[in-house]
């Protein structure tokens, strides 16, 4: 499997950005889809989770509320709506996906459960 990740770029504060997740090499629509992020100097922390058909999610506290993860499994593709954006959200975005046998919260947050990444992709905002 191969990942691909896309959409990120520079925004100004409150602004939003759409960044998309396209898989090659088989179907994913039966894996679990994470987006994690790194800023510079700090861990990679988890941002969003999905289940295979797109009815379970999960998010981080920090971000509740303003970012949507979906999926849309005939294209093979899943996103990362990020509405109104803060500077601390600058950092660089990951999709992944594994087959996570049982969406439950305390598994999907943990990087090690994936098992394909993409490559990332640069989110700045600018206060």
């Known amino acids: 499997v191969q990942l691909q990740a896309c959409g990120g770029g520079l925004v100004q504060a409150g602004g939003s950005l759409r960044l998309s997740c396209a898989a090659s090499?088989?179907?994913?629509?039966?894996?679990?889809m994470g987006w994690f992020r790194q800023a510079p100097g700090k861990e990679r922390e988890f941002v969003a989770a999905?289940?295979?058909?797109?009815?379970?999610?999960y998010y981080a506290d920090s971000i509740k509320g303003r970012f949507t993860i979906s999926r849309d499994n005939a294209k093979n593709t899943g996103y990362l709506q990020m509405n109104t954006l803060k500077p601390d959200d600058t950092a660089v975005y990951y999709c992944?996906?594994?087959?996570?046998?049982?969406?439950?919260?305390?598994?999907?947050?943990?990087?090690?459960?994936?098992?394909?990444w993409g490559q990332g992709t640069q989110v700045t905002v600018s206060s």
């Open positions: 992944a996906v594994g087959s996570v046998g049982f969406f439950a919260h305390n598994l999907v947050t943990f990087s090690a459960v994936y098992d394909y």
């Open positions: 090499g088989r179907t994913v629509s039966d894996y679990v």
């Open positions: 999905i289940n295979w058909n797109g009815e379970s999610t």
